[in-house]
Nanobody
Framework: QVQLVESGGGLVQAGGSLRLSCVAS????????MGWYRQAPGKQRDLVAR???????TYADSVKGRFTISRDNAKNTVYLQMNSLKPEDTAVYYC????????WGQGTQVTVSS
């Protein structure tokens, strides 16, 4: 069993920045792949960014060049640095852990005002 706790969401003006954190705990026996997804009201949950166990990163085209995913394996933590935020980035952001099965965090709200 793995638990994921997200933090760092909030309200920010367009053009501003936020950093999301996700701490994994529980039955962690190897370095996992992890990622961030987001879901706006009435929309499906879509990939924002992912990072492999080896550190390879992947980004959605809509956030490429603005968001950076990183990890601290010693702390079992993944981060999402979000810069140049746009109102279109408003969504609930979910942390994902890929191990023996896929785990999800509870989500953290990010709201970007015009």
């Amino acid at each position: 069993q793995v638990q994921l706790v997200e933090s760092g969401g909030g309200l920010v003006q367009a053009g501003g920045s936020l950093r999301l954190s996700c701490v994994a705990s529980g039955s962690i026996f190897s370095i996992p792949a992890m990622g961030w997804y987001r879901q706006a009201p009435g929309k499906q949950r879509d990939l924002v960014a992912r990072i492999s166990s080896g550190g390879t990163t992947t980004y959605a085209d809509s956030v490429k060049g603005r968001f950076t995913i990183s990890r601290d394996n010693a702390k079992n933590t993944v981060y999402l640095q979000m810069n140049s935020l746009k109102p279109e980035d408003t969504a609930v952001y979910y942390c994902q852990y890929v191990g023996r099965r896929v785990y999800w965090g509870q989500g953290t709200q990010v709201t970007v005002s015009s």
